[in-house]
């Protein structure tokens, strides 16, 4: 195993990103954002002026070629300052340029790589629905009699961004009779279709938007909406559980790191201007163990998260590993946020510092994107650990 310097191209780009947050992601601003469900589309425009959002994007397509080193490098920085940002990033580059790319026709790639590029395009997924697993979903859709359209019915849940985005990714049920897991399909719905109602979730978590149910009521899309084209109806599946979901393990997981990093920071920095007993906090003896633990798992979160990465990156096979850094890396940054918290005693809990929103966005981190139990099983299952 070689340990190497992180790329001349990537310091740099971290560095004109934490010059860009702190010039564009004043803190009360975000803490006013967060409060609000926000996240201004018109500092997305300025991040995107950067040309990160290419970052996922073949040059051929107008993008800067795969890069996804840095592009998760993109995704850590700017969750510094929570998901106002990152999120938004997320829902571009990552599910738009790496699906569109994996799996787009060429149509779908002319179209709409070039805009994505650009910070034009935005995707949410429909995955998860109120009554069902992943593999027996019962958002159902068929093709018209003519075979030229998709007619959709059923509720997805948790639809983060669907208000924003242009397409939602919809995983739906395409042949009730069929073979389990060779019997769905990924259909691209606009949010403004006809028969398509948004209903918020309010939650406590993530609040650069709204999630919401998406109801869908005979919506009906061309057969060009289906990502692939007609050819791949029925191979939903495959495509959302091959290569993608890899690296889409990597993306909450990159979040949870930089918001941990960002609660060290301010734990640190809390604890030696704040006095008790005559003495800086920092001084105390548990409360430095407290503080050199958690930066001693962020490290350990660091060294697992670029090690994922660059396997992804290189194009190694990475499901044990991209599922092993999410189950650790979310399960340990909550960990170290709430040790943070800690340390900061009351005010940790309280408006007017960051702790309080790293604590309420962590705490999903382990539930979100496929829960840590699921990552557990998808380890034993790849590793052929026996059920029976
Ligand atoms: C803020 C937020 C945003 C989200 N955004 C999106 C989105 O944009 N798109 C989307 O599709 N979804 C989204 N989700 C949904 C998210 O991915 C799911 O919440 C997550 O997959 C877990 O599903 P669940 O909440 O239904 O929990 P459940 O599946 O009901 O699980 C509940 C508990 O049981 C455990 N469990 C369940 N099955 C098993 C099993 N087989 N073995 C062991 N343990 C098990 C889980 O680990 C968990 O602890 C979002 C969720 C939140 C909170």
Redesign the pocket.
């Given at each position: 195993m070689n340990f190497a310097p992180e790329a001349e191209h990537i310091i740099m780009l971290r560095d004109t990103l934490r010059r860009f947050v702190a010039a564009e992601l004043p803190r009360e601003k975000v803490q006013q954002w967060d409060r609000e469900h926000h996240s201004p589309p018109e500092v997305f425009r300025k991040l995107a002026d950067l040309g990160v959002c290419g970052l996922t994007v073949p040059e051929e397509y107008g993008g800067q070629g795969r890069d996804l080193m840095a592009a998760v490098a993109v995704v850590d920085e700017l969750s510094r300052r929570g998901m106002v940002l990152s999120g938004p990033y997320l829902h571009s580059a990552f599910y738009g340029g790496l699906n569109i790319t994996a799996h787009g026709t060429d149509t779908q790639k002319r179209e709409w790589l070039p805009r994505i590029a650009r910070g034009e395009m935005f995707f949410?997924?429909?995955?998860?629905e109120p009554d069902a697993?992943l593999a027996a979903i019962k958002t159902r859709a068929r093709l018209s009699d003519d075979g030229t359209a998709v007619i959709v019915n059923g509720t997805?849940?948790?639809?983060?961004?669907?208000e924003r985005a242009d397409y939602l990714i919809m995983l739906v049920n395409s042949d009730p009779q069929g073979e389990r897991y060779k019997n769905m399909t990924l259909v691209l719905v606009p949010p403004d279709a006809p028969g398509v109602t948004l209903e918020p979730i309010d939650?406590m978590?993530?609040r650069y938007t709204l999630?919401n149910d998406v109801i869908m009521e005979d919506v009906t899309v061309p057969v060009e909406n289906i990502l692939g084209g007609p050819e791949r109806w029925n191979q939903g599946w495959g495509m959302l559980m091959g290569d993608v979901l890899d690296i889409e393990k990597l993306e909450i997981t990159t979040v949870a790191y930089g918001i941990a990093c960002a609660a060290v920071d301010e734990a640190w920095q809390y604890s030696q201007e704040r006095r008790q007993f005559g003495k800086p906090i920092c001084a105390h003896q548990a409360v430095r163990h407290q503080l050199v633990d958690a930066k001693t798992k962020l490290q350990a979160c660091r060294h697992m998260l670029y090690h994922a990465t660059w396997l992804a990156h290189t194009g190694q096979p990475c499901s044990v590993e991209t599922s092993m850094a999410k189950l650790f890396i979310c399960d340990t940054t909550l960990e170290i946020v709430l040790t943070c918290q800690q340390v900061m005693g009351a005010y940790g809990l309280a408006e007017g510092y960051d702790m309080e929103r790293h604590v309420r966005d962590i705490v999903?981190m382990p539930?979100?994107?496929?829960?840590?139990?699921?990552q557990?099983?998808n380890i034993a299952n790849r590793l052929r650990l026996p059920s029976k």
């Open positions: 949410s997924y429909g995955l998860s697993d997805k849940r948790w639809c983060t961004f669907s939650h978590n993530i999630s999903g539930i979100i994107g496929g829960s840590s139990n699921i557990k099983n």
